[in-house]
Structures are given as C-alpha cells and as structure tokens.
C-alpha cells in the first residue's frame, strides 16, 4: 500500500513580498532576465536552462524582498501561476527537512513533502515553480549537498522513505534563489563550492546615502526630507566606523515605523541603539546626539 502524500495547495504557495523592492541598480531586471528569459516563456526549444541565484550579503539589505518581488514579477511576466516555496535553512536543517517525512495525521500516516521534492511537483503541474532558500549558507555541507541533484542535469530527487524519485518533466523548470550572509557578517558556514558553482551569484551590498534616501522616499512616503537626509547620514557613518554592527536600510524603515507607533524620536532610537554593544554603542549615541541632537543619555 502507497503511503499518501500531503502537498499543500497551490493557494499556500504564493510569492508574499512584504514591503516594495526599490531596484537602484537594475538587480531586479537583470534576475528576472536571468530566471525567467523570454525565449523560455515563448515556448522555444533552444531557450536557456534554469537559472539559479545567490544573493549575498549583509543581513537588511533587502536579499529576501528582492527573492520574493523577483518570484511575484515572474509571475507576472509568465502570465500564469508560478507556485513559490519558500523555506528557512538554518545549522540544525536535517536531510529529512528538506526531503520530506512520514507523520502520523488522524488515523493514519501521510507523507509530508519537504521543500525540493514540493518543487518539482508544483513545477511539473504549472510548468514553473521557485524555490526561495533563505540563509542557505546556514546549511551544514552535508545539506548543502543534498540540492545538488536538483541544480544539475540530473532535475531530480529521490525519497528513500516512500521509495520514489521526483523528476522535472521536460520543458518545465525549477528557478532557486538562495539568500546568504557571507561569515564575515554572521554567515554560520561557508558555501560548498561544488553548490555554489550551479548558481549566479549576485552581492546585495548597503546603499550609498543617496540609495537609502530613495528607499526610504519610496517604502516610507509620507516621512519628512530632513529627517531622511539625517537618517541617511547616520547609517552611512555607521557603516564607515569600525563597528561590528552597521545600519540597513531595514533598521531605518523601522526607526520610522517605532517612531510613528511610539510618538517620540527617542525612544526610538533606544531600540535602534540597542542594535549595537559595548564601545559601539557609545560611538553610535554620540552620532545621534551629533545628527538628531538627541541625546539617549538624559
């Protein structure tokens, strides 16, 4: 007797992009250009292969916003339903987790599919799928190891659980966008060169002050100029002085944010000087007092 598979609903599986992916550089187009090439939408025969992303670099950058709005894009410019799996790697991430495993539902046991073999299902029924791997450099080697056979010629992956092998039907692709921080902002282990090697790697870096302006203008619309330029100033400064901790513009969207819910500048920045420890944050103080004159200290 075959054991039931449980596969979420298609419904489960829509791109969720959180706040708007303000594209400086052209980094969206080109990941979409590389992803999801027209040729390929067309119907072309000699289109190219999938194409795999690593996003790398500092943690509020904007890596997973950027994965999630370049899944929902493509859908967009696919024209039809493009299922997105999203999974959260971390050190303790197991082969069984992104393989899948048997568990007991009710009165029986079904076969709940991990991330890898979900894609393929999903992109063997519409044809696309993506697969966003958040921290995937988190993944121990051994873990790393088990996305090789779905990043190589091979487009499969087998469950020794259920005695079945996944395979991509022909003419359907599997899109993987993996972000990662590199080990000198916290990454937990190296990529495996061997995996690394299947993908594009792309470095999502901080913006310049003149990039977080912009952001913040169009995530935040609404907040005055003086205090964008302000914020701008003091983020750019952190990321020049020898702190371990430096500003994104994820933590200034949420300056703003604390700011409104909380109705006062300061108290405020007590949580966004909390980001940072010891000496550090005595230096990122005095840059408040300096840029805001706000001093965290009375």
Same mark, same amino acid.
């Given at each position: 007797?075959?054991?039931?598979?449980?596969?979420?609903?298609?419904?489960?599986?829509?791109?969720?992009?959180?706040?708007?992916?303000?594209?400086?550089?052209?980094?969206?187009?080109?990941?979409?250009?590389?992803?999801?090439?027209?040729?390929?939408?067309?119907?072309?025969?000699?289109?190219?292969?999938?194409?795999?992303?690593?996003?790398?670099?500092?943690?509020?950058?904007?890596?997973?916003?950027?994965?999630?709005?370049?899944?929902?894009?493509?859908?967009?410019?696919?024209?039809?339903?493009?299922?997105?799996?999203?999974?959260?790697?971390?050190?303790?991430?197991?082969?069984?987790?992104?393989?899948?495993?048997?568990?007991?539902?009710?009165?029986?046991?079904?076969?709940?599919?991990?991330?890898?073999?979900?894609?393929?299902?999903?992109?063997?029924?519409?044809?696309?799928?993506?697969?966003?791997?958040?921290?995937?450099?988190?993944?121990? =080697?051994?873990?790393?190891?088990?996305?090789?056979?779905?990043?190589?010629?091979?487009?499969?992956?087998?469950?020794?659980?259920?005695?079945?092998?996944?395979?991509?039907? =022909?003419?359907?692709?599997?899109?993987?966008?993996?972000?990662?921080?590199?080990?000198?902002?916290?990454?937990?282990?190296?990529?495996?060169?061997?995996?690394?090697?299947?993908?594009?790697?792309?470095?999502?870096?901080?913006?310049?002050?003149?990039?977080?302006?912009?952001?913040?203008?169009?995530?935040?619309?609404?907040?005055?100029?003086?205090?964008?330029?302000?914020?701008?100033?003091?983020?750019?400064?952190?990321?020049?002085?020898?702190?371990?901790?430096?500003?994104?513009?994820?933590?200034?969207?949420?300056?703003?944010?604390?700011?409104?819910?909380?109705?006062?500048?300061?108290?405020?920045?007590?949580?966004?000087?909390?980001?940072?420890?010891?000496?550090?944050?005595?230096?990122?103080?005095?840059?408040?007092?300096?840029?805001?004159?706000?001093?965290?200290?009375?």
């Amino acid at each position: 007797m075959q054991i039931p598979i449980l596969w979420p609903t298609v419904a489960e599986l829509k791109p969720y992009v959180e706040d708007t992916f303000v594209d400086l550089d052209g980094i969206l187009e080109d990941s979409l250009a590389l992803t999801m090439p027209q040729e390929w939408i067309d119907g072309e025969e000699d289109a190219p292969p999938s194409g795999h992303l690593l996003l790398s670099g500092p943690p509020g950058v904007g890596k997973s916003l950027l994965a999630a709005t370049c899944a929902k894009k493509a859908q967009e410019k696919f024209g039809g339903v493009i299922p997105t799996v999203t999974f959260d790697c971390s050190e303790d991430t197991r082969e069984y987790h992104l393989r899948g495993m048997p568990l007991p539902v009710g009165n029986e046991t079904v076969f709940v599919p991990g991330p890898l073999p979900v894609a393929i299902e999903m992109a063997n029924k519409h044809r696309c799928a993506f697969l966003l791997l958040e921290e995937v450099s988190s993944l121990t =080697p051994g873990s790393q190891k088990k996305l090789n056979a779905l990043t190589d010629w091979r487009n499969a992956i087998y469950i020794p659980q259920i005695a079945r092998n996944f395979r991509l039907n =022909p003419g359907c692709r599997i899109v993987i966008i993996g972000s990662l921080n590199p080990y000198v902002f916290g990454g937990v282990n190296e990529m495996n060169k061997d995996l690394s090697s299947r993908f594009q790697t792309r470095e999502v870096n901080y913006p310049d002050q003149t990039g977080d302006k912009s952001i913040l203008r169009q995530i935040r619309p609404g907040t005055d100029e003086a205090t964008i330029e302000k914020l701008a100033q003091l983020a750019s400064e952190t990321r020049t002085q020898a702190t371990d901790y430096k500003l994104a513009p994820r933590d200034l969207k949420h300056w703003i944010d604390n700011s409104r819910k909380l109705g006062s500048q300061k108290k405020a920045f007590t949580y966004l000087a909390a980001l940072f420890e010891g000496s550090d944050r005595d230096l990122v103080q005095e840059k408040i007092k300096d840029i805001f004159n706000v001093d965290l200290n009375r």
